[in-house]
């Protein structure tokens, strides 16, 4: 009997009709397009005007289900990444199966920030490889205006709204992930962090007025930590799996900075047309980074590609995941 794996067999996204520009946010903060662009690689993000994260998710996994050609009740587990669940609770994948009709799912919340897809492509693979489930939809999705103070320089021109969601579904072809190297470190918190709203420090007027509600970021702390953590575990993951330069056909890197991007790509020895790249349109969508890439770029992977998909976020969590892509578009 062969060995079973996990394979992404369908992807698809949703980002909102809004755009904002870097022109845009100059009339809100002191910035400028030139500053932008220069140190993250930004030109443009999407923004939800009306409507959730559940909504965007909700939309993906629509426009998922028809690719395939699959009803909602065929889907047996949802595992949604992100860090604006519609509400602390119920979790924002309960409401998503509610809202698509996936009445025959059940689902959870994962928290990773901008790690979130891969740790919950990796969680994912294990119910397919245990042999218990054989359709789980894995989504990536942020709405990061809905968090973000758009006084704040430092945070307000990086982030974006966006979903994606891939099907993962048994392989007995040697197709799909094969490793995943994952790791955490919460003493990064401090550098990273939407300091109110938990029960650490739950909401009051004060933590209103005082604008702890939105995302804070020590950037060059963030940084550093990034550039170093996100190509160290690109590189271990070829190193445990034996893959080089030339037999890597594709990296998919969390869109959060250009210049970590470029960091991570060089580490690998991987030139700059085997790098997925759509940070200048949509941002940093924090779980929906990874998906949105795998969707802007299904057309051009192909059955056995070897990619490898790597992320750091808020924290810390950082990761890789090397698979091999299972079908053609």
Sequence with gaps: ??????????????????????HDLAKMVDTTDEWILSRTGISERRIMKNGASSDMAAEAVK?????????????????????????????????????????????????????GFIFALETGTKFITSGTHKRVIVIGVDMMSSIIDYEDRATCVIFGDGAGAVLLEPNEEGLGVIDAVLKTDGSG????????????????????????????????????????????????????????SETVDWLVPHQANLRIIDATAERMGLS?????????????????????????????????DNVVLSAFGGGFTWGAIYLKWAYNS
């Design 272 to 304: 700059k047309d085997k790098v997925m790249v759509n940070i200048q349109k949509y941002g940093n969508t924090t779980a929906g980074t990874l998906p949105l890439c795998l969707w802007d770029w299904e057309k051009q992977l192909k059955k056995g």
């Design 189 to 244: 918190r401090k550098y990273l962090i939407q300091p109110a709203g938990g029960s650490a420090n739950p909401p009051t007027i004060k933590t209103v007025e005082n604008r702890d509600h939105f995302v804070k970021q020590e950037g060059k702390a963030v940084f550093k930590f990034a550039v170093t953590n996100m190509a160290d575990v690109s590189a271990e993951i070829m190193e445990r799996n034996n893959l080089t």
């Design 1 to 22: 009997m062969s060995k079973i794996t996990a394979a992404i067999t369908g992807v698809h996204g949703y980002l909102p009709e809004t755009v904002v520009t870097n």
């Design 63 to 115: 426009g998922l289900l028809a690719k395939k050609g699959l009803s909602p009740l065929d889907i047996e587990l949802v595992i949604l990444a992100t860090v604006t669940p519609d509400y602390p609770f119920p979790s924002t994948a309960n409401v998503v199966c509610d809202k698509v009709g996936m009445t025959n799912a059940w689902g959870f919340d994962l928290k990773a920030a901008c790690s």
